[in-house]
């Protein structure tokens, strides 16, 4: 959304416009989202039973769905006590170097203080890095077996 206020911006156009269309948007993929959800988990009852040992649908963003899926349809907790306890952990640095960058951090020293939405950012870009990584070693593995 904040690269959409920044071509907004850019463009001339009004603000709250695309706010308001974004919210339109989201509020209506909300019930979408779940409806296909549904169609699809009827249509394909392995997406959330546990019990099939394949899948029609192999891809990894898939199967993470429809890990989140299970473990928030199911009766017991499937996620380890210690992940809630990080994420809680993270959320409050977070806050706390927000509000400490504000108030107790002097001005000239704000570049210094950690932006844990950039850490996120630098986690997901990650994935996409790790896999150039992994293409360019595979190519650079493939010269030196062909010079031995």
Same mark, same amino acid.
């Given at each position: 959304?904040? +690269?959409?206020?920044?071509?907004?911006h850019l463009l001339g156009a009004s603000p709250k416009a695309v706010f308001c269309g974004q919210l339109t948007g989201d509020i209506v993929s909300i019930f979408?989202?779940?409806? $296909?959800? $549904?169609?699809?988990?009827?249509?394909? !009852?392995?997406?959330?039973?546990?019990?099939?040992?394949?899948?029609?649908?192999?891809?990894?963003?898939? =199967?993470?769905?429809?890990?989140?899926? @299970?473990?928030?349809?199911?009766?017991?907790?499937?996620?380890?006590?210690?992940? +809630?306890?990080?994420?809680? +952990?993270?959320?409050?640095?977070? @806050?706390?170097? @927000? @509000?400490?960058?504000?108030?107790?951090?002097? !001005?000239?020293?704000?570049?210094?203080? !950690?932006?844990?939405?950039?850490?996120?950012?630098?986690?997901?870009?990650?994935?996409?890095?790790? &896999?150039?990584? =992994?293409?360019?070693?595979?190519?650079?593995?493939?010269?030196?077996? &062909?010079?031995?």
């Open positions: 959304m904040i +690269g959409d206020l920044k071509t907004t979408m989202a779940a409806g $296909v959800y $549904v169609v699809f988990s009827t249509a394909y !009852p392995c997406i959330n039973d546990l019990s099939y040992t394949t899948c029609s649908f192999p891809t990894p963003d898939v =199967q993470s769905w429809r890990a989140v899926g @299970v473990a928030v349809s199911s009766s017991t907790l499937l996620i380890p006590p210690s992940s +809630g306890y990080t994420a809680i +952990g993270l959320g409050i640095a977070a @806050v706390t170097s @927000v @509000v400490a960058k504000h108030t107790v951090v002097p !001005p000239k020293y704000h570049n210094w203080v !950690p932006n844990f939405n950039a850490i996120g950012i630098g986690f997901k870009l990650c994935d996409v890095l790790c &896999a150039f990584t =992994q293409w360019y070693e595979a190519r650079l593995a493939s010269k030196f077996a &062909a010079v031995d």
